[in-house]
């Protein structure tokens, strides 16, 4: 007689797999997520938790403004740093080259902005008998500001400063891959790349040992050969989006909606888990300036269209959707939401809640 | 404005960085592209001869018109072409494209003329514009030719990237342009397009491509787009001679400037002077509204002059409201039935005039039906 099993009723938690001893690069979310840093602590903050492993995120990107180079740089920066393997793609002749300009993680005792966080700390005494409740989910990211540890390595997510170039042992290891997508006929060969690539980090129940990241910039760049070979690379994108569910590993690709036709940039937003999109600014704008407060370190938007939602039927809805991309002393990411400048009372217009973003031949819309 | 395009076209590229590409886009309203071309070519050619620019040297792949008319143009501009052979050189893809006359010659068949046997020094011809790649070699040695081996840089200036897109697909012309762009050598490069020639897909990709934008519309759009009207042929023929001339740089911080030019076409040339009428460059954030939601100063006069048809004016003294019928027992029953005046305690400035017609006067005020009709209005 087989000893029967006590088999778990359907709604109780599973947190077996929910062990926190991964290492620093992963985090355990709520749904049995597990999630790796974005490299940008407020995206992460934005998101929930950084990118969930198993996604697929899509930053559409501004002909006008390299902003999804940002993003890019600090994906693979903080992938680097913590030991994660990376597969990055371009339509560039070289891409190793771009590897040297990936940033370094800033040191910890540079970083002021979470100077704030010791006064609020106090605060939270009254409400100390509430964080028992938030340590099983641990959706409590106030902890992790407040840990300034030594080496920039055992923070989930570092900030990145952007003038400082990674170091160099970084790059020699050997789980940096890189592809060139610009003279290839087809896309045989990346799919090739992808596959192998995450079959390094195969999903099973056992805790998650290593996660995988991909880097996909520019896809549909014009210079590349199948670039008008649309159904082609919409099967590519499901293709890469089925290898990266069934591995642990994220996969982020950056494509112009410009170049694309309008109703494959409608399937390729759909295809996406996460979908982001970037913004440039026109500049010397006076409408805008006295329209927001801090225009002048705004070097571009963000916008968040959809947020991953894995194992879950609940939707993601955010506060605000469009957050301003702001250098910090021109070296840290910042995000930030809009805020409205006070409206001067003798003007008398009202804005209204969303507006038609300028300089840029589409329209978009702000969510304040 | 013109001259910003030039001078970023003439300070060229950092290190590390691609060359600043400039696209020029005209249409049939509007169609002056060349023009502008032609001004910017000889506005880059000027600075190179004269050592201002970082570029030493240009190359001008001719497409759409023989290298002879480019000398010509630039020798009218005052740009000593003679001297400059060691600077500016042309690629000739006009004469033979596709090399349909050298095979002819070869066959025997066809006598080649004269002049085209005189290649004159300062152009080579090309004869294989299908192959993209052979084209870039071709302009990349040409430009070392010009300039040398080693870090010293040259421009290149494309004539019509129309003609390209008629022989070579869309990627492989961009791949051209993307890596002419990532050459140490390359300083700028320019190019001309028609963009009603293409789908809106071409101009995108070019846009991409680019680092300015600068784009060609006329200044006034003819009305309901009828072609049979005099006006319109009025306005038509105003477009020929002045246009719209707008540009978009990216810069390096991420940011777009837009900057918006009118564009005289005259003799000799093109002439940029500052937009005459007033608009808005850029469509702000702030959203537009369909009426304005401001008063001048007239209006908020007017407005306060408006008395409001309520028999209580606050100022202590009832007013009688006419309400359309002869009921009133005062003087003013010399008053036209048909008038339209209701309160005369003040002078209306003339504009404001509230027209109010009571109900009726027969139901008494502490009626069951409508409970409101002890309110005294």
């Not at chain 1, 020699?172 to 390094?200: A, E, G, K, Y």
């Not at chain 1, 950056?254 to 982001?276: E, I, N, V």
């Not at chain 1, 968040?304 to 002393?329: C, D, G, M, W, Y």
């Amino acid at each position: 007689m087989a000893a029967a099993k006590t088999r778990a009723s359907s709604f109780s938690r599973n947190l077996s797999a929910a062990a926190p001893s991964q290492g620093p690069g992963l985090k355990c979310g709520p749904n049995g997520l597990v999630f790796l840093s974005s490299g940008i602590p407020d995206l992460d903050k934005i998101l929930g938790g950084g990118f969930p492993l198993g996604s697929l995120v899509m930053v559409m990107e501004d002909a006008e403004a390299p902003h999804h180079m940002l993003l890019l740089r600090n994906f693979m920066a903080q992938g680097l740093v913590h030991n994660q393997p990376l597969l990055y793609a371009s339509p560039a002749r070289d891409p190793r080259g771009f590897l040297g300009t990936l940033p370094s993680p800033a040191a910890s005792k540079d970083n002021k902005s979470y100077e704030t966080d010791p006064d609020q700390e106090k605060g939270l005494r009254i409400a100390w008998q509430y964080k028992k409740y938030f340590g099983e989910n641990q959706l409590n990211f106030d902890g992790q500001k407040g840990s300034l540890s030594l080496d920039g390595k055992h923070e989930y997510s570092n900030e990145f400063d952007l003038r400082k170039p990674l170091d160099r042992h970084f790059l020699n290891r050997q789980h940096v891959d890189c592809v060139s997508i610009q003279d290839s006929p087809d896309l045989s060969v990346l799919r090739d790349r992808c596959s192998t690539f995450s079959s390094q980090f195969p999903r099973n129940d056992g805790s998650v040992s290593c996660a995988g990241r991909i880097a996909i910039q520019s896809f549909c760049a014009p210079q590349c050969a199948y670039s008008n070979m649309e159904w082609d690379m919409l099967s590519f994108i499901r293709s890469l989006k089925s290898m990266v569910r069934s591995s642990n590993s994220v996969a982020i690709i950056t494509f112009p909606p410009s170049l694309l036709s309008p109703s494959f940039c409608k399937r390729w937003q759909h295809m996406a888990d996460t979908l982001l999109s970037v913004k440039a600014i026109p500049d010397e704008d006076k409408d805008l300036a006295q329209l927001l407060t801090g225009y002048q370190e705004m070097v571009g938007f963000l916008n968040v269209h959809k947020v991953a939602r894995i194992n879950t039927q609940v939707p993601v809805i955010l506060e605000a959707t469009t957050f301003s991309i702001k250098l910090q002393k021109r070296r840290y990411l910042v995000l930030e939401c809009l805020n409205q400048a006070p409206v001067d009372g003798s003007s008398g217009t009202s804005y209204g809640t969303s507006g038609s973003c300028s300089g840029s031949s589409k329209a978009g819309n702000l969510d304040f | 404005m013109a001259e910003s395009i030039c001078r970023l076209l003439r300070d060229g590229a950092l290190e590390g960085e691609h060359a600043p590409a400039l696209t020029i886009k005209d249409s049939i309203a509007s169609p002056f592209g060349f023009h502008v071309f032609a001004h910017v070519l000889s506005q880059l050619s000027s600075f190179i001869l004269a050592g201002k620019s970082q570029s030493r040297g240009l190359v001008v792949v001719c497409f759409s018109r023989s290298p002879s008319f480019y000398l010509e143009l630039l020798k009218n501009k005052g740009i000593d072409v003679v001297s400059s052979d060691k600077r500016i050189q042309t690629l000739d893809c006009y004469s033979d494209p596709l090399g349909w006359k050298s095979r002819l010659t070869e066959t025997g068949n066809f006598m080649a003329c004269s002049h085209e046997t005189s290649i004159s020094r300062t152009t080579n011809v090309f004869k294989d514009v299908k192959h993209m790649d052979k084209l870039y070699n071709s302009i990349v040695e040409l430009g070392k030719g010009l300039v040398g081996g080693g870090k010293i840089r040259f421009s290149v200036a494309i004539d019509s990237v129309d003609e390209m897109l008629r022989h070579a697909s869309m990627s492989s012309v961009s791949g051209l342009l993307s890596k002419l762009r990532s050459h140490d050598q390359v300083s700028s490069i320019f190019w001309l397009l028609h963009s009603d020639l293409h789908e809106a897909k071409v101009t995108a990709v070019l846009e991409y491509l680019s680092s300015m934008v600068a784009g060609l519309e006329p200044l006034h759009q003819p009305a309901n787009g009828q072609r049979g009207d005099m006006e319109n042929f009025s306005l038509i023929e105003h477009n020929l001679k002045k246009g719209k001339f707008h540009v978009r740089f990216k810069r390096r911080n991420g940011r777009v400037r837009v900057m918006l030019e009118e564009v005289h076409v005259e003799h000799l040339g093109v002439n940029f002077t500052a937009l005459s009428s007033e608009g808005a460059i850029n469509q702000g954030l702030v959203p537009k509204v369909q009426f304005s939601l401001q008063l001048s100063e007239k209006e908020r006069i007017d407005k306060a002059n408006v008395v409001l048809p309520f028999e209580h004016q606050g100022n202590g003294k009832p007013i009688q409201i006419y309400d359309g019928r002869r009921s009133l027992a005062d003087s003013k029953h010399e008053r036209p039935v048909g008038a339209t005046e209701t309160v005369q305690t003040s002078e209306d400035s003339g504009r404001g005039e509230i027209i109010y017609y009571r109900d009726s006067d027969d139901e008494m005020p502490d009626s069951d039906e409508d409970p409101d009709d002890d309110l005294d209005i």
